[in-house]
Structures are given as C-alpha cells and as structure tokens.
C-alpha cells in the first residue's frame, strides 16, 4: 500500500527540524513526486535510491520491493533547515481540489475555497490525476503550482512550501 500524502510531508518536515543531514522515506510515486518539487525549488539537496540502511543507486533494482527506499538530503542554511514550513492543505477527511482558473486565483494570491493564496517565496504541490482524455496514462503526476497551471491543468491541493 503506498504512502499517503500527508505522512510523507510530515516525515520531511520533522527530520528537517531535527536537523537531521538525511532521512529516508518509501519508495513509490507520491514520495518521488513531492520530493522531486521540493529539490527542483532548492528546497532539498539530493534525492536518491538505495536500500533500508544506505543510499545506493546501483543496488536498488535488485533489492525486493519493500526494501526499497527514497533516501533525501536536507538543505541547511547557517544552522537553519532552507525548508523552513511545509503545511498540508488536503488532508485525509478534507480534500481540496482547484480547477486551473481557481488554481491561478491561487497563484495570484487570492483565497480560493478556504484556501489562503501563495505568498512571496511558497509553492504550492498540486497533485494531477492521470486522465485518458488528455493522453497522461499510468499514475497521479504531483506537480508545483505554476507548472500545472503553465500545463491548463488543476487537481488536488496537496502542500505549501517555503
């Protein structure tokens, strides 16, 4: 069964305030997802595969499934972790989705469902469901904010980031 959304986001934000150099989380599609923004937006160091106690690329085709890990590295800055907040928007009992027209409301800063907009310096991680009608097969893709919205595209509003 995969990881949820909301234990991979705690995950990252309690060892970055432990001040731990890196940590590792299950391997599957939401926790690629959702740490690959977090490294495209400088907000992690690294992000590789590797096994339950190591990162090593080269072993983890080999290793069984449920040993297989996403080890991340945290960004410090002068002692401080770079990722300073990480709070969830949906959350198990409450899902939020946005169209892309309330997704650029968003954007733009204005509150959208009970959402308050980005501010100066946040990201938002939007997760895109795969639809057949517009040719993305397979899996749920996560994606930041200006990027599905670049895309046309809205989804579920997972997490901000700064």
């Known amino acids: 069964m995969p990881t949820p959304p909301h234990r991979i986001l705690t995950h990252i934000r309690n060892t970055s305030r432990a001040a731990l150099a890196s940590t590792?989380?299950?391997?599957?599609?939401?926790?690629?997802?959702?740490?690959?923004v977090l490294l495209r937006h400088g907000l992690l160091t690294n992000v590789s595969?590797?096994?339950?106690?190591h990162p090593a690329p080269a072993e983890f085709p080999k290793l069984p499934v449920p040993a297989r890990r996403l080890w991340i590295d945290h960004k410090y800055r002068a002692g401080?972790?770079?990722l300073r907040h990480i709070d969830l928007i949906s959350k198990p009992s409450v899902r939020?989705?946005?169209?892309?027209?309330?997704?650029?409301?968003?954007?733009?800063?204005?509150?959208?469902?009970?959402v308050p907009g980005v501010g100066t310096?946040?990201?938002?991680?939007v997760k895109v469901p795969k639809d057949s009608?517009?040719?993305?097969?397979?899996?749920?893709?996560?994606?930041?904010g200006?990027?599905?919205?670049?895309?046309?595209l809205g989804g579920e509003l997972i997490a901000r980031a700064s």
């Open 121 to 125: 310096g946040e990201i938002l991680i």
């Open 133 to 144: 009608s517009m040719g993305r097969k397979g899996v749920d893709m996560y994606m930041e």
């Open 96 to 114: 939020r989705g946005v169209d892309h027209e309330k997704l650029g409301l968003l954007l733009q800063g204005k509150r959208v469902n009970n």
């Open 49 to 53: 595969l590797g096994g339950p106690t």
């Open 80 to 82: 401080q972790p770079v």
């Open 146 to 152: 200006w990027e599905a919205y670049t895309a046309g």
């Open 24 to 36: 590792s989380l299950p391997y599957n599609n939401a926790a690629l997802g959702i740490s690959s």
